[in-house]
T-cell receptor
Framework: ETGVTQSPTHLIKTRGQQVTLRCSSQSGHNTVSWYQQALGQGPQFIFQYYREEENGRGNFPPRFSGLQFPNYSSELNVNALELDDSALYLC?????????????FGPGTRLTVT | GDSVTQMEGPVTLSEEAFLTINCTYTATGYPSLFWYVQYPGEGLQLLLKATKADDKGSNKGFEATYRKETTSFHLEKGSVQVSDSAVYFCALSTLENTGTASKLTFGTGTRLQVTL
């Protein structure tokens, strides 16, 4: 079973630019979630996609947007980058097992905004 | 809203010592509880889970019991190894009306350092 993959691994952008991060879900998982993890903090929920539609959103502004494709891969887009957007961005796909949804995380994309 | 509180780190232990990392939660529904581990430079790995009161999750020598009366899910291991050095996150999740998983709400993480 292939795990969750993310690309790129690292990225450096300038304030005001736009960025697209990509995620390939684990086979058979139809739900994908994105999280932002600032240095030394726990991950914060950005949004979730289920069957190609947004299915929940955290406290992030609209310049954070996403897509989910029919093959359950996903993108996270961030417009007008700010310095505080520097973080590890984690993608997680979900499966239902024994009465609970387990979320499996990719290795993350480290975004640095200068 | 939902929240998770973990004990502050870092926790420094000698190899073979007993580990406890405290975790308490607040949730409006009836959550599932998780422990995730993050090794340096990596993403999160699911360590164990529990879905209902008095359930005990276990994996790789780690255990945690879902205590509804005290809203706690403390992580324990009887004998830690140097390879257990990592950051440990307690988290909760509830099912949405759509039948899909809600977001994971994480604690701030507890760094564990095990020395020889």
């Amino acid at each position: 079973e292939t795990g969750v993959t993310q690309s790129p691994t690292h990225l450096i952008k300038t304030r005001g630019q736009q960025v697209t991060l990509r995620c390939s879900s684990q086979s058979g998982h139809n739900t994908v979630s994105w999280y932002q993890q600032a240095l030394g903090q726990g991950p914060q929920f950005i949004f979730q996609y289920y069957r190609e539609e947004e299915n929940g959103r955290g406290n992030f502004p609209p310049r954070f947007s996403g897509l989910q494709f029919p093959n359950y891969s996903s993108e996270l887009n961030v417009n007008a980058l700010e310095l505080d957007d520097s973080a590890l961005y984690l993608c997680a796909s979900s499966r239902l097992l024994a009465g609970a949804y387990e979320q499996y995380f990719g290795p993350g994309t480290r975004l640095t905004v200068t | 809203g939902d929240s998770v509180t973990q004990m502050e780190g870092p926790v420094t232990l000698s190899e073979e010592a007993f580990l406890t990392i405290n975790c308490t939660y607040t949730a409006t529904g009836y959550p599932s509880l998780f422990w995730y581990v993050q090794y340096p430079g990596e993403g999160l790995q699911l360590l164990l889970k529990a879905t209902k009161a008095d359930d005990k999750g276990s994996n790789k020598g780690f255990e945690a019991t879902y205590r509804k009366e005290t809203t706690s899910f403390h992580l324990e291991k009887g004998s830690v190894q140097v390879s257990d050095s990592a950051v440990y996150f307690c988290a909760l999740s509830t099912l949405e009306n759509t039948g899909t998983a809600s977001k994971l709400t994480f604690g701030t993480g507890t760094r564990l350092q095990v020395t020889l």
